[in-house]
């Protein structure tokens, strides 16, 4: 699948993935760091120095988004990696900079914002990435060829059976949570917090894990504790959201409602409404695992009859904009490469494409990536 996910083509890609959803950023200013250097966090992750709000005389002061990624280019997986993460961490950004209330308190990312309500966002827009419309037309290579069909119908089988076993990896940890916080004081040692995880291990995912429950970092930190927690109600919500779409209009990629039901629906709000509240209010539904365990339990003959007929509907459709393409004024937002301090190419001086052409060149020069 690599060739498929160029990296010097994510950026264009995830930009013209979301206009062509009818995303707006709402004059929002991002700054996308997106390659790994030297004594870099080692983490990707989306954050807002200055978060949007209403102003009492009725103006908005958009956001600034700071948003970074630990690409290698010419690395194996880097193109993949950095589209996904450019969908995702962009969906948080999409968020964020939609959420329209008379406070900057209601749109920061810290508490009361429910990790479970953020992370829908994001999880949502990156599910994309996997669905077989839109890779007939998004991944290409740089050749310009679509991946083929046979590729996707390869992982398909040898990943839809062990679905279940992604599930188990995520409930483990706020089990293994659970078991440690009910642990009364004076066992709290060093054996019985890994004598436990090697426990839960064994009880939820059948013996001992590829990523041992302990390697986890959220349970390390008091800020990102019971986080996972969240990412399993997050990934509830995006399948009954995918469920609603698709049932509502038979597709996701390039749906130009989605953006807008999103904003109006999901992201307007901001924390000045309950996660669940929201849910039932864009599906119509209470949140359950309903959507969830049917893509678990769908027949592999069923899914695989399915996502070729939506790679055949996005081969003759292709993508909604070609990257010379001017949807600027659909995204609504500034968008700056930067690597640190140096700002390799900004959108508020040249075109889209422009900057998109800047940016390749400066990884050709850069990190002499790996060619085809």
């Not at 010097?8 to 250097?37: E, H, Q, T």
């Not at 908005?60 to 010419?74: D, E, K």
């Not at 291990?201 to 019971?226: M, N, Q, T």
């Not at 995006?238 to 049932?247: A, D, E, I, M, P």
Request: glycine share 6%; aromatic share 10%; proline share 5%.
């Amino acid at each position: 699948m690599d060739p498929y996910f160029p990296f010097d083509k994510a950026v264009s890609a995830w930009a013209r993935s979301f206009a062509a959803m009818n995303i707006s950023y709402n004059k929002s200013v991002m700054n996308l760091d997106l390659c790994d250097r030297e004594k870099k966090y080692s983490n990707g992750f989306c954050h807002w120095p200055v978060p949007p709000y209403v102003k009492p005389d009725g103006t908005l002061v958009s956001c600034v988004t700071n948003f970074t990624s630990l690409a290698q280019p010419g690395s194996v997986g880097s193109g993949h990696r950095a589209l996904t993460t450019l969908m995702h961490e962009g969906g948080h950004a999409a968020h964020f900079a939609n959420v329209v209330q008379p406070s900057p308190f209601h749109s920061q990312e810290r508490a009361p914002m429910s990790v479970a309500y953020a992370e829908t966002q994001s999880m949502f827009l990156d599910s994309l990435v996997g669905d077989s419309d839109w890779i007939a037309k998004y991944a290409v290579s740089k050749k310009g060829e679509v991946m083929p069909w046979e590729v996707i119908e390869q992982k398909i089988k040898k990943t839809h059976k062990y679905l279940v076993f992604a599930i188990r990896g995520i409930l483990a940890v706020p089990y293994y949570e659970k078991a440690l916080y009910e642990l009364p004081e004076d066992e709290v040692t060093a054996e019985n917090i890994q004598r436990i995880a090697d426990e839960i291990d064994k009880k939820i995912l059948g013996g001992p894990s590829a990523r041992p429950v302990l390697s986890v970092p959220h349970i390390l930190a008091d800020e990102s504790s019971c986080y996972c927690q969240g990412y399993i109600l997050a990934d509830m919500a995006v399948h009954q959201t995918r469920s609603h779409f698709l049932k509502k209009y038979g597709f996701i990629t390039d749906n130009k409602h989605i953006g807008p039901e999103l904003a109006e629906s999901y992201w307007k709000a901001g924390n000045s409404e309950p996660f669940l509240d929201l849910v039932e209010k864009l599906t119509g539904a209470p949140l359950t695992a309903d959507a969830w365990v049917a893509t678990v339990n769908e027949d592999q003959n069923d899914r695989l009859q399915k996502e070729k007929a939506l790679y055949e509907k996005g081969l003759k459709e292709g993508a909604k904009f070609t990257a010379s393409e001017d949807f600027m004024s659909i995204l609504n937002m500034q968008i700056r490469l930067v690597h640190g301090d140096l700002v390799v190419a900004s959108t508020e001086k040249d075109t889209f494409a422009e900057c998109c052409k800047q940016y390749e060149n400066w990884i050709a020069k850069e990190f002499n990536p790996v060619t085809e």
